[in-house]
């Protein structure tokens, strides 16, 4: 009964969160002095850049859980496990409430037999572990850019940073892929779209996104993110509606990288069975 309670308040907090984000995105984007447009210029070349990369960042994410899996003595099969972790995805783009990461708990429960807790853990580590791992690359990243004083510290913490990591060896590889990929897929929207973003906005983008998962009352977080990604725009004095564009646009070139590779994959799955059966 204390479990439940402690769910509804988290629920109730998420709610509020939710609703002071969205209200307060909204009111910036209706009191910015520069009229929201429709960018007049596409590049599909730069756009299809953005679906491969999301791609990537599926695949690190999968690999990551595949090898926090095996450290934890549960034998899965990649390719099984990157199909339900992009059905976990699609429901969390269509679906309120973060589904996505529950049914992956159910599956490993249903057909591993793992215990509800460990799934849970398994679950928030991973995601825990990419946060910090995009933390620590932004932070490098940053420092090397900024040069000067700072840049000493700043190696320091990162190298700080690395030896936190380092705890979670095995993972660490794995742990580092979504981020370039991310920032990729970024730079591909911003490109495809001629939006007047600029590179330090975009590599504070994936943490920010990673952010705002916690606060998934709506289908994919929606409101949510395109509320941080105006407000994050505010402190860098970009176009407020170029944020909006980048945050839309990012939603709907990562759902269709979901709906190809789901595709994909379904039907080399059917060619691989047909295969065993002609073999028989």
């Known amino acids: 009964m204390m479990l439940f309670q402690q769910l509804g308040i988290w629920r109730i907090a998420q709610l509020i969160a939710a609703v002071l984000l969205v209200g307060v995105g909204i009111w910036k984007l209706f009191v910015d002095t520069q009229p929201l447009h429709v960018p007049q210029v596409v590049v599909p070349l730069w756009l299809a850049v953005a679906v491969l990369a999301h791609v990537g960042v599926s695949f690190g994410n999968t690999k990551l859980a595949h090898a926090h899996l095996n450290l934890n003595d549960t034998r899965v099969s990649f390719p099984e496990l990157w199909r339900i972790n992009l059905w976990g995805s699609l429901l969390n783009l269509l679906l309120p409430f973060g589904l996505g990461a529950l ?51 700043g190696l320091a913490l990162t190298g700080a940073g690395m030896l936190v990591l380092s705890t979670w060896r095995p993972l660490l590889a794995p742990a580092l892929l979504p981020y370039p990929f991310a920032i990729t897929a970024y730079l591909g929207v911003s490109y495809g779209l001629q939006l007047d973003v600029g590179l330090p906005f975009l590599l504070l983008l994936p943490v920010i996104v990673h952010a705002s998962a916690l606060v998934v009352l709506a289908p994919g977080a929606l409101g949510v993110t395109e509320s941080l990604f105006v407000l994050l725009a505010t402190t860098f004095s970009l176009p407020l509606g170029d944020a909006l564009w980048l945050a839309l646009a990012t939603r709907a070139t990562g759902l269709l990288s979901v709906i190809l590779l789901l595709l994909g994959l379904t039907v080399s799955r059917k060619i691989g069975e047909r295969r065993k059966t002609c073999g028989k």
Request: hydrophobic share 60%; aromatic share 10%; charged share 10%.
């Open 103 to 153: 049914m992956r708990g159910a599956w490993l429960k249903l057909r591993h037999q793992m215990p509800v807790p460990k799934a849970s853990m398994h679950v928030l580590e991973t995601n825990l572990i990419v946060f910090v791992a995009n933390l620590w690359l932004l932070a490098l990243i940053l420092t090397i850019m900024s040069g000067g004083n700072w840049q000493f510290a």
